[in-house]
Antibody
Framework: EVQLVESGGGLVQPGGSLRLSCAAS????????MSWVRQAPGKGLEWVSA????????YYADSVKGRFTISRDNSKNTLYLQMNSLRAEDTAVYYC???????????????WGQGTLVTVSS | DIVMTQTPLSLSVTPGQPASISCKSS???????????LYWYLQKPGQSPQLLIY???SRFSGVPDRFSGSGSGTDFTLKISRVEAEDVGVYYC??????????FGQGTKLEIK
């Protein structure tokens, strides 16, 4: 059974940093691309970032480019999102999502974690 | 970025009756490989999104056959043949061809009458 468990969310001040983790199990982690998708309170879904199965390719939404870094440790079956220079508009539930293939490109998200809430506020 | 426009934004359906949601993309989602990269997700209350339909019309594992997807190019439809109470939630379409970024529709909230 595929399981994705996010952690690391919390309250952080504007300009601060936070690192999210997503522990994966139930599939060969290194064979699949992974993404982060967020959902602001009461709003819709926004794709944030993606990484290929090998970790060699990464992509970001313009809204987070230069501030967020996606990475993965295939030996630990864990996906990360390092978030720096956080803004109030980054407040959201962050979901990790498994891609259908090893490429981050032209794929879709077949399994999602339960999400972790990030609140950026002073 | 590709804009995905869903209609209606909300609908209220009597159990056992059909429901239909439209999704229009600002550019064609047909790839040169012959596939169309349009997907449907359902986010039930208090839960994370779950995949319903991939590549326009293929049901994901475990998805009941009362859910069906159709369409081509820029116009797509999700249909529920007979709505059940467990179908409540917000439905999203998503495109996966003109990247980055992946983009979602605004969501359609389904309620039971």
């Amino acid at each position: 059974e595929v399981q994705l468990v996010e952690s690391g969310g919390g309250l952080v001040q504007p300009g601060g940093s936070l690192r999210l983790s997503c522990a994966a199990s139930g599939f060969t982690f290194s064979s699949y691309a992974m993404s982060w998708v967020r959902q602001a309170p009461g709003k819709g879904l926004e794709w944030v970032s993606a990484i290929s199965g090998s970790g060699g390719s990464t992509y970001y939404a313009d809204s987070v480019k230069g501030r967020f870094t996606i990475s993965r440790d295939n030996s630990k079956n864990t996906l990360y999102l390092q978030m720096n220079s956080l803004r109030a508009e980054d407040t959201a539930v962050y979901y990790c999502a498994k891609g259908y293939s090893s490429s981050w490109y032209e794929t879709y998200f077949d399994y999602w974690g339960q999400g972790t809430l990030v609140t950026v506020s002073s | 970025d590709i804009v995905m426009t869903q209609t209606p934004l909300s609908l209220s359906v009597t159990p056992g009756q059909p429901a239909s949601i439209s999704c229009k993309s600002s550019q064609s989602l047909l790839h040169s490989d012959g596939k169309t990269y349009l997907y449907w997700y359902l986010q039930k209350p208090g839960q994370s999104p779950q995949l319903l339909i991939y590549e326009v019309s293929s049901r994901f594992s475990g998805v009941p056959d009362r859910f069906s997807g159709s369409g081509s190019g820029t116009d797509f439809t999700l249909k529920i043949s007979r709505v059940e109470a467990e179908d409540v939630g917000v439905y999203y379409c998503m495109q996966g061809i003109h990247l980055p970024p992946y983009t979602f529709g605004q969501g359609t909230k389904l309620e039971i009458k």
